[in-house]
């Protein structure tokens, strides 16, 4: 678990990013679980757009994804979500301290 602070410096660095995947109509299945694991043991921290065709809100596909993979939800905002999970070979993202 994060603390609320490093949450707070998560979510400012997830300003400065653009969702690098996006759940449409396909919805979250294995291949996109994985592509997902990839793309956070190599960046850390990865935005993800939900399209209306997807079937499904924002906070669905969050919760399908943190419960998948295991990662933290950091935010949900409209239709992006933000994920975060330390990477175990590849780390960048220093967190503060508690």
Same mark, same amino acid.
């Given at each position: ?21 996006? @759940?449409?109509?396909? #919805?979250? =299945?294995?291949?996109? $679980? ?5 793309? %956070?043991? !190599? ?22 994804? @943190?419960?998948?993979? #295991?990662? =933290?939800?950091?935010? $949900? ?5 933000? %994920?975060? !999970? ?13």
């Amino acid at each position: 678990m994060i603390s609320t602070k490093q949450r707070a410096y998560l979510r400012s660095l997830a300003n400065q990013i653009d969702p690098i995947f996006q @759940v449409g109509k396909g #919805g979250i =299945e294995a291949p996109f $679980i994985r592509q997902v694991e990839d793309a %956070l043991e !190599k960046r850390e921290l990865i935005k993800i757009h939900v399209l209306e065709n997807s079937g499904m809100d924002a906070r669905e596909a969050h919760d399908q994804l @943190v419960s998948a993979i #295991g990662c =933290e939800g950091i935010q $949900i905002i409209g239709s992006k979500i933000v %994920l975060y !999970k330390e990477s175990k070979n590849n780390k960048k993202i220093e967190l503060p301290r508690r």
